[in-house]
């Protein structure tokens, strides 16, 4: 069993930086793809990076591509966000979660509140 914490919303101005984290406790951290999902208000959670287990390999959703890293530090059980250039469309709930590959992850976040201003 996986817990995980996410952290780092906040308010921000559109063309603004944020960087999230995730802490991850409680299973092998190396073991599962972390992923960033967000879900804006009357929207479905939609998907917007994943890393491999070894963070060789990521994948991003075209609308944060160029614009998100996702990154992971398996000896501090940890994965991040670092968001630049955002948009008011950015604007969310987001949720670290962790699985295998592409399946829908098995462990998620509470989730951290991102609201960017125009």
């Known amino acids: 069993q996986v817990q995980l914490v996410d952290s780092g919303g906040g308010l921000v101005q559109a063309g603004g930086s944020l960087r999230l984290s995730c802490a991850a406790s409680?299973?092998?951290?190396?073991?599962?793809?972390m992923s960033w999902f967000r879900q804006a208000p009357g929207k479905e959670r939609e998907f917007v990076a994943r890393?491999?287990?070894?963070?060789?390999?990521?994948y991003y959703a075209d609308s944060v591509k160029g614009r998100f890293t996702i990154s992971r530090d398996n000896a501090e059980n940890a994965v991040y966000l670092q968001m630049n250039r955002l948009k008011p469309e950015d604007t969310a709930v987001y949720y670290c979660?962790?699985?295998?590959?592409?399946?829908?992850?098995?462990?998620w976040g509470q989730g951290t509140q991102v609201t960017v201003s125009s």
């Open positions: 979660a962790a699985g295998f590959g592409s399946q829908t992850p098995d462990y």
């Open positions: 890393i491999s287990r070894g963070g060789s390999f990521t």
């Open positions: 409680g299973g092998t951290f190396s073991t599962y793809a």
